[in-house]
């Protein structure tokens, strides 16, 4: 069983729709939740930061962290054709290991 | 944000020359980076822990003698991929953290030929 699971899609919404991403993980040791947007041949970047459960919005992203289901999400609104990229969820203890999850492409179709 | 630069962004090399791949911090100092490796339509998989000024600890079934690293300053790594073989063509990415998050560099596209 992979540490942290992502479903890779590929995940297909029209412009304006709501983009929902979701990952599970299995090691309660993680604190840190991350959701890193990777544009093709880049790196990531940062889009989201959560530390322990709860939920962090920011502007038409908003990141939800459920410790206790070991489950976490990304909400993406009014989605738009520069958001078209693939979403990696990473997760770490306390030590800037990151274990990432397998990424979702999305495609914002105009 | 703080910026971390990798060099370069994209080589080809033949089988059997071995490449260096370095990774700066450019405004903060990092005394631990990251180097992760990720294959075409996979997630990113940590290789190896760059610790400044020590050795550099190596996830398990990487081999330490096959990707050397070097930590020899605060602001930077490099990762040397030595006798480079076909199958080590892929995307190298590495990461520095400040105390908030991790900042990656732009990665570095490898094609042994």
């Known amino acids: 069983q992979k540490e942290v699971e992502q479903d890779p899609g590929p995940l297909s919404v029209p412009e304006g729709a709501i983009v929902s991403l979701n990952c599970t993980y299995s090691n309660s040791a993680f604190q840190y939740f991350m959701w890193y947007r990777q544009y093709s041949r880049k790196g990531p970047e940062l889009l989201m930061y959560?530390?322990?459960?709860g939920n962090k919005e920011d502007g038409r992203f908003t990141a939800q962290v459920d410790k206790s289901s070991k489950y976490i999400s990304l909400f993406i609104r009014d989605s738009q054709p520069s958001d078209s990229a693939t979403y990696l969820c990473?997760?770490?203890?306390?030590?800037?290991?990151?274990?990432f999850g397998a990424g979702t492409t999305v495609t914002v179709r105009a | 944000g703080a910026v971390v630069s990798q060099h370069p962004s994209r080589v080809i090399c033949k089988s059997g020359t071995s490449v260096k791949i370095e990774c700066r911090s450019l405004?903060?100092?990092?005394?631990?980076m990251f180097w992760y490796r990720q294959f075409p339509k996979q997630s990113l998989m940590l290789m190896a822990t760059?610790?400044?000024?020590?050795?550099?600890?190596?996830e398990q079934g990487v081999e330490k003698d096959k990707f050397l690293i070097n930590h020899a300053s605060l602001t930077l790594s490099t990762l040397t991929v030595t006798s480079a073989h076909p199958e080590d063509s892929s995307f190298y990415i590495c990461?520095?953290?400040?105390?908030?998050?991790?900042?990656f560099g732009q990665g570095t596209r490898l094609t042994v030929v």
């Open positions: 990461s520095a953290p400040d105390p908030n998050e991790a900042f």
């Open positions: 405004d903060f100092q990092a005394t631990t």
């Open positions: 760059s610790n400044e000024g020590s050795k550099a600890t190596y």
């Open positions: 959560t530390y322990s459960s």
């Open positions: 990473a997760m770490s203890r306390n030590d800037y290991k990151l274990s």
